[in-house]
């Protein structure tokens, strides 16, 4: 355990959990320094083939930056949420359940893959607040659903439920209400 981050191996995967429920699962600037130090350690474990990304708690996957916090590292290489700005050498799921917002969907984004329940919703609400996509959004977002459908959710700052978010490519599948992570790991 790296503070409010997870690291375990469950058999060939790594499972990365952000561990901040009473936050939502906002990163501040200590959570991003241990989602980097989990991403790290997972490209250091030969054991590990993939890396399976979740929030603890069954209320969100991650809300973002912690706004109340406001301390992250913008300027950072490997970027302000911890590892947005690095590639992986091997495979990454996110198992989503609840939140997915702003730096939230960017750390989504930056997997391969993406599951998440029913009761998921996702939603890029940085224009809310003013503040720009740092992450990789502006970037991954309209490779994976299109420009145009991009646009819409970056500019309306709109929230998406799972089974839009499954319609339009924004996630791979809808699993079972609780099963995200099982999923993943199968």
Avoid at 64 to 75: I, T
Avoid at 128 to 137: F, N
Wanted: charged letters at 25%; a negative charge.
């Amino acid at each position: 355990a790296m503070g409010e981050v997870r690291y375990e191996r469950v058999g060939a995967a790594a499972v990365l959990t952000i561990d901040r429920p009473g936050r939502r699962n906002a990163v501040d600037a200590a959570t991003a320094l241990a989602l980097r130090e989990g991403f790290e350690s997972f490209e250091a474990d030969q054991g590990a083939r993939a890396l399976v990304l979740t929030g603890a708690g069954g209320e969100a996957f991650c809300a973002g930056a912690d706004l109340k916090a406001l301390d992250l590292d913008v300027e950072h290489p490997a970027g302000p949420m911890g590892f947005s700005r690095l590639a992986a050498s091997k495979p990454t799921i996110a198992a989503i359940d609840g939140w997915c917002l702003a730096g939230g969907v960017e750390l989504a984004l930056w997997c391969d893959l993406r599951l998440a329940t029913p009761a998921s919703t996702f939603g890029l609400f940085e224009r809310r607040w003013g503040v720009p996509l740092i992450d990789g959004g502006t970037q991954r977002l309209p490779r994976i659903v299109g420009l145009g459908r991009a646009l819409d959710l970056i500019l309306t700052g709109r929230p998406i439920d799972a089974a839009e978010a499954e319609r339009i490519g924004l996630i791979t599948a809808v699993t079972a209400p609780g099963e995200h992570v099982e999923r993943a790991l199968a």
